[in-house]
């Protein structure tokens, strides 16, 4: 009875060995491919950068030397008014699209002018309310910056699109080493545990797990929608 005991004991120790031999292994593993999505999401920035850059530089001369001839040409055949001018929101368009794809504005003043910056680019011309609320007590790192950066765009541009919401707040505090973004609407909201994952929200959640950030979703029906982020630094 004895032996039989200690064989048990040996055995369900073993089991517990493997099972924590087990456990490691899928935390390294689980830590690999974070490391692995925080690379890819690296390596997109930079490309973005890169478009953004040609965009600039590229398209966009391309279009003021356009719009400065079209121009010319209109002083004197007022028939031409109407080339130049569509000409002319085309730059508006490429430089806009150049300025959303990679905001140096982030990387010269920092994540609080940045999301200033983009709240008055989305929604001065909008008839809507708009508040961006944002008290930091320190410098944020530049992949936090852009993790936050990139779910505040998301997040303002989808509520922009679909929302059909009147009053959008943007909220950003940092309590110790913990920052949190709140994005808050009063729109048509949706039914968030039923609704199918688009591509926005898809990304949005996707981000945040690369950077072991929380990010929650709370939508109803008619009752608008507040999106959360909570980062540890």
Known sequence: MKRSDDEQAALIE??????DELKRRLDEEQINLRELARRLWAQQESEKARLSRELHDGVGQLLTGLTRRLQGIADTDPQFQELHDIAEMALADVRQLSRMMSPTILDDLGLKPALKWLCRNLFAAE?????????????????????????????????????????ITLNLGQHHQVIRLDIIDNGVGFDSENVERG?????????ASAFDAELTIQARPQ???????????
């Open 199 to 207: 591509i926005g929200m898809s990304s949005m959640l996707d981000r």
């Open 127 to 167: 008839d809507m309310n708009y508040a961006c609320d944002i008290t930091l007590k320190s410098d944020i790192p530049k992949e936090r910056a852009i993790l936050v950066f990139r779910i505040a765009q998301e997040a303002l541009v989808n509520a922009l699109k679909h929302s059909q919401a009147d009053t």
């Open 14 to 19: 073993r089991i517990r060995q493997q099972q």
């Open 223 to 233: 009752q608008g929608t507040h999106i959360t982020l909570t980062v540890a630094l």
